[in-house]
């Protein structure tokens, strides 16, 4: 079954860390770039950061930058985002999503919804201040 499953979310005090896990199953890990969204309510789908797994370079969007930090595991199909320094702003559905075959696009143009086609469930942050 081709799926993504994210994990790893929770409630923190603000300051506090997280590390959200994405498993893919069912197709091959690296053929796609990945990218971890999130979404509060009431507002837009917001991207975070992109993963290209072919060679693990990453990009973060300058709300994040700093904080949080993308990584894999190639043995694991699996791509984390490691959150530091969580404010309550950061509170959200978490999800990872695999991009349609093509270039991945390291930069704020690559994040954009639409261009992916596979989502995971998500998994919640909250941080409370």
């Known amino acids: 079954q081709v799926q993504l499953v994210e994990s790893g979310g929770g409630s923190v005090q603000a300051g506090g860390s997280l590390r959200l896990s994405c498993t893919v199953s069912g197709y091959t890990y690296h053929s796609n770039c990945l990218a971890w969204f999130r979404q509060a309510p009431g507002k837009e789908r917001e991207g975070v950061g992109v993963?290209?797994?072919?060679?693990?370079?990453?990009y973060l969007s300058d709300s994040v930058k700093g904080r949080f930090t993308i990584s894999q595991d190639k043995a694991k199909n699996t791509m984390f985002l490691e959150m530091n320094s969580l404010k309550p702003e950061d509170s959200a559905m978490y999800y990872c999503?695999?991009?349609?075959?093509?270039?991945?696009?390291?930069?704020?143009?690559?994040?954009?919804?639409?261009?992916?086609?596979?989502w995971g469930q998500g998994t919640q942050v909250t941080v409370s201040s």
């Open positions: 999503a695999r991009r349609v075959l093509g270039t991945c696009r390291l930069s704020s143009s690559g994040m954009r919804p639409s261009d992916f086609d596979l």
């Open positions: 993963l290209a797994p072919i060679n693990g370079i990453t």
